[in-house]
């Protein structure tokens, strides 16, 4: 492949991602849409982090390990309770990130 087809294709990828959300958003005011998809819409972001958290953390090794030597679990477990306990994002997130760490690094010396 040469450096104009790069550019051809990147161009035509940058035309076809544009066009679409530009077309989404300049009719998005004019556009009412019934009031239970808007309330299903909100949950959206959540399911798709789950979707993409879950298998990292469930297994980190390309097969399930639910064990406490595992530190993506158990930074997982510590944040989600520091999440229901303070509901607080910035805490949650530190402290899961500090236990994981301190479970992988810190805890195998």
């Known amino acids: 492949m040469t450096l104009w087809q790069g550019a051809l294709i990147i161009s035509g990828m940058f035309a076809v991602t544009f066009g679409v ?3 989404l958003f300049a009719r998005a005011d004019k556009v009412v849409m019934p009031a239970f998809i808007e309330k299903a819409l909100k949950f959206v972001p959540v399911a798709v982090l789950t979707a993409i958290i879950t298998p990292m953390v ?5 097969h399930i390990d639910f064990s406490l030597s595992n530190p993506w679990l158990l930074g997982a ?3 989600f309770g ?3 306990w ?3 994002q910035l805490l949650t ?3 899961g990130v500090l236990v994981f760490f ?3 690094y810190g805890l195998s010396l």
Request: proline letters at 4%; a positive charge.
């Open 77 to 79: 477990l510590v944040a």
């Open 82 to 84: 520091v999440g229901i």
């Open 93 to 95: 997130i530190l402290v």
């Open 58 to 62: 469930l297994m980190p090794n390309q």
């Open 21 to 23: 959300r530009f077309a």
């Open 102 to 104: 301190i479970a992988k």
């Open 86 to 88: 303070r509901q607080q």
